[in-house]
């Protein structure tokens, strides 16, 4: 299985700031790269696929880049409705798999 | 607008079958080229891949449940279903049905989620 890893799991962060998620890859996946926002009892939404490309509807100011082993998510000019838990899903191959995600708190 | 609905029993008893069904609607299962899968969550944990299917019933699954998951797929109703046997309290999760691409297999929609309590 390729697993992922998500750094750091948890993060404080201030309105209007900019923040950047790490994910890395045990093995190379090329740019089958997603990212994932979730918030508290609610289902996770699609923000980025692709490892760059953004799902219809998601606000620009998220951002996606990497491919091979290391990703990165990053959240420009945070609004209170941004912090979520974040987490990415390879899908180079079966089985499926996700980081362990990351908790955007408000400082 | 494509919506997915999970349902089923919020409480299986340990070593009993967990049995959930998820009934899209807004787009068709037949035919497509997308598949049609299962996601879980432990309360305060991460999430987990359990299986896929797609509309010809060739499924997918993850080889730490693979032993127990069974994941099938009803064109005429629009539904897919997931059984889980020999369940534990382990097995405790919110369960989300979610679709990804046959090539690009991101999940791209999700249902709302339903939390499957195992206990006696």
């Known amino acids: 299985d390729i697993q992922m890893t998500q750094s750091p799991s948890s993060l404080s962060a201030s309105v209007g700031d900019r923040v950047t998620i790490t994910c890395r890859a045990s093995?190379?996946?090329?740019?089958?790269l997603a990212w994932f926002q979730q918030k508290p009892g609610k289902a996770p939404k699609s923000l980025i696929f692709a490892a760059s490309t953004l799902q219809s509807g998601v606000p620009s100011k998220f951002s996606g880049s990497g491919s091979g082993t290391d990703f990165t998510l990053t959240i420009s000019g945070l609004q209170p409705e941004d912090f979520a838990t974040y987490y990415c899903q390879q899908y180079n191959t079966y089985p499926l798999t996700f980081g362990q995600g990351t908790r955007l708190e408000i400082k | 607008q494509l919506q997915l609905q999970e349902s089923g029993p919020g409480l299986v008893k340990p070593s009993e079958t967990l049995s959930l069904t998820c009934t899209v609607s807004?787009?068709?299962?037949?035919?497509?080229?997308?598949?049609w899968g299962w996601v879980r969550q432990p309360p305060g944990k991460g999430l987990e891949w359990i299986g896929s299917?797609?509309?010809?019933?060739?499924?997918y699954y993850n080889p730490s449940l693979k032993s127990r998951v069974s994941i099938s797929v009803d064109t005429s109703k629009n539904q897919f279903s997931l059984k889980l046997s020999s369940v534990t309290a382990a097995d405790t999760a919110v369960y989300y049905c979610?679709?990804?691409?046959?090539?690009?297999?991101?999940?791209?929609?999700w249902g709302q989620g339903t939390l499957v309590t195992v206990s006696s």
């Open positions: 979610a679709r990804h691409g046959g090539t690009s297999r991101y999940f791209d929609s």
């Open positions: 093995q190379g996946i090329g740019n089958f």
């Open positions: 807004g787009g068709s299962i037949s035919g497509s080229s997308y598949f």
């Open positions: 299917v797609y509309y010809s019933g060739s499924t």
